[in-house]
C-alpha cells in the first residue's frame, strides 16, 4: 500500500487546515486508517482514526477541533483542523493498518508539515 500525503503548510493561530492521504488501493481493504503526528524531539502520537467500518477515534487534545473522513470512491482521507493552535506544529503522517492472516502490516506516507504560528 502506497500513502500519498498532501495538505500540510504554515497557518496562523486560530485558523484550518485540511490533509489529505491519497491510498495506492480501496481503503476499504484497509482495517484502520490513521493520522500521526510528531513534533521535533518527540514521539509520533496518534491524532485521529477511522476504521474501515467508519468508526472514529481522536486524540484528547484535537477532539471537537479536527475531524477525520474519507471519500471512497477516491480512496482518501482526509484530516480537518479548525482553530489550530501553536501545540499543533509537528509533521504529520498518514497511516494505514492491514491485518493480514498472521501478521499486522503498518504503511506510512511521506509525512506533510503543519506550522501553526501564534
Known amino acids: 500500500v502506497q500513502l500519498q500525503a498532501s495538505g500540510g503548510g504554515l497557518v496562523q493561530a486560530g485558523g484550518s487546515l485540511r490533509l489529505s492521504c491519497a491510498a495506492s488501493?480501496?481503503?476499504?481493504?484497509?482495517?484502520?486508517m490513521g493520522w500521526y503526528r510528531q513534533a521535533p524531539g518527540k514521539q509520533r502520537d496518534l491524532v485521529a482514526g477511522i476504521t474501515s467500518g467508519g468508526s472514529t477515534n481522536y486524540a484528547v487534545s484535537v477532539k471537537g477541533r479536527f475531524t477525520i473522513s474519507r471519500d471512497m470512491a477516491k480512496n482518501t482521507v482526509y484530516l480537518q483542523m479548525n482553530s489550530l493552535k501553536p501545540e499543533d506544529t509537528a509533521v504529520y503522517y498518514c497511516?494505514?493498518?492491514?491485518?493480514?492472516?498472521?501478521?499486522?502490516?503498518?504503511?506510512w506516507g511521506q509525512g506533510t508539515q503543519v506550522t501553526v504560528s501564534s
Open positions: 488501493e480501496n481503503i476499504f481493504s484497509l482495517n484502520t
Open positions: 497511516n494505514a493498518r492491514k491485518r493480514m492472516m498472521y501478521s499486522v502490516n503498518d504503511y
